[in-house]
């Protein structure tokens, strides 16, 4: 059974930095590309960023230069580390893997401006 535990959030204040991470199981992780998306208050779950199996990269464009996102295969984890937080990132945070359309349970990410 495929699972995925995100862990990280909380509250942080502007400026400030926090690493998620995302334990996968129940499937092959490193053949499998990772998104993380994240949905604000009344806003549609969007995507913030994602990797291939290969390590290559893709971020909107709202958190490029501040949130970096990577892989550690050996331990079934997707990391997405984020730097100089703003309010407006403020959100539930999703781990996915596409081509199993599997979502992980959410982390609250709040940033006190």
């Known amino acids: 059974q495929v699972h995925l535990v995100e862990s990280g959030g909380g509250l942080v204040q502007a400026g400030g930095s926090l690493r998620l991470s995302c334990e996968a199981s129940?499937?092959?992780?490193?053949?499998?590309?990772m998104g993380w998306y994240r949905q604000a208050p009344g806003k549609q779950r969007e995507l913030v960023a994602s990797?291939?199996?290969?390590?290559?990269?893709n971020y909107a464009d709202s958190v490029k230069g501040r949130f970096t996102i990577s892989r550690d295969n050996a331990k079934n984890t997707v990391y997405l580390q984020m730097n100089s937080l703003k309010a407006e990132d403020t959100a539930v945070y999703y781990c996915?893997?596409?081509?199993?359309?599997?979502w992980g349970q959410g982390t609250l990410v709040t940033v006190s401006s």
């Open positions: 129940g499937f092959p992780f490193n053949i499998h590309p």
């Open positions: 990797i291939t199996r290969g390590g290559s990269t």
């Open positions: 996915y893997a596409r081509y199993l359309d599997a």
